[in-house]
Nanobody, 115 residues
């Protein structure tokens, strides 16, 4: 089992920045990939960014150049730095961790971009 605890969401004006954190515990050595999904009201959950054990990253086109995913292995934490935020980035952001046969989820953190 892997436990995930997210933090860092909130309300920010368009053009602002936020950094989300996802702290992991449990069987973390089994994790291959971690990342963030988001779900806006009335929309399907979409993959925002992911990072592998070898630190290979992937982003959805709408956040490329604005968001950066990173991991601190010493702290067992994954971060999502979000810059130049837009109202369409408003969603609940979920951290996930995946090993060879399971996906684990955090509780979600709300990000609201509004003036």
């Amino acid at each position: 089992q892997v436990q995930l605890v997210e933090s860092g969401g909130g309300l920010v004006q368009p053009g602002g920045s936020l950094r989300l954190s996802c702290a992991t515990s449990g069987n973390i050595l089994s994790i291959n990939t971690m990342g963030w999904y988001r779900q806006a009201p009335g929309k399907e959950r979409e993959l925002v960014a992911s990072i592998t054990r070898s630190t290979s990253t992937n982003y959805v086109d709408s956040v490329k150049g604005r968001f950066t995913i990173s991991r601190d292995s010493a702290k067992n934490t994954v971060y999502l730095q979000m810059n130049s935020l837009k109202p369409e980035d408003t969603a609940v952001y979920y951290c996930y961790a995946r090993n060879f046969d399971s996906t684990f989820w955090g509780q979600g953190t709300q990000v609201t971009v509004s003036s």
